[in-house]
């Protein structure tokens, strides 16, 4: 879904939105202290993440939209840690603590291996 000017700020809006959806479903599960944190980092990587970054292959980012992504994980990352943003705890140490990778990493790493099928189709069909 890019705009006119060919940016994927529509897209990114979009899903940011149904990830927060499909956080909000799974709250009772992500939120729940009688599951380890790691196995919550695990559900939050298959149905929270994967259904935002479906389609990002091909998305234009700029650095707001990075950010915007970022900013929209980080939120949900402390709600299932219960830690505040007074508490000081960096981002980085909450992630491991679930399990996770920045979502900057997760989106670069789709990208390439995108961009690695599209070469081999292009090798494989003469195009």
């Known amino acids: 879904m890019l ?3 060919g940016d994927a700020d529509a897209a990114v809006e979009a899903r940011i939105r149904i990830r927060w959806n499909k956080f909000r479903q799974l709250v009772p599960l992500l939120t729940n ?3 380890s944190l790691i196995r919550r980092g695990r559900l ?3 149905c929270v993440r994967s259904s935002m970054l479906h389609g990002s292959e091909t998305w234009p ?3 707001e939209n990075e950010v ?3 900013q929209a994980e980080m939120r949900m990352v402390r709600w299932m840690c219960d830690v505040k943003v007074k508490d000081r705890v960096r981002s980085k ?3 491991e603590r679930l ?3 920045d979502v900057i990493l997760i989106l670069q790493q789709n990208r ?3 961009y690695g099928h599209v070469l081999r189709k292009e090798d494989m069909y003469g195009i």
């Open 3 to 5: 705009s006119v000017d």
């Open 68 to 70: 915007a992504l970022q």
């Open 33 to 35: 202290r009688d599951i």
């Open 93 to 95: 140490e909450l992630r």
């Open 99 to 101: 399990g996770i990778d």
């Open 112 to 114: 390439l291996r995108w």
């Open 44 to 46: 939050y990587n298959s």
């Open 61 to 63: 980012l700029r650095k």
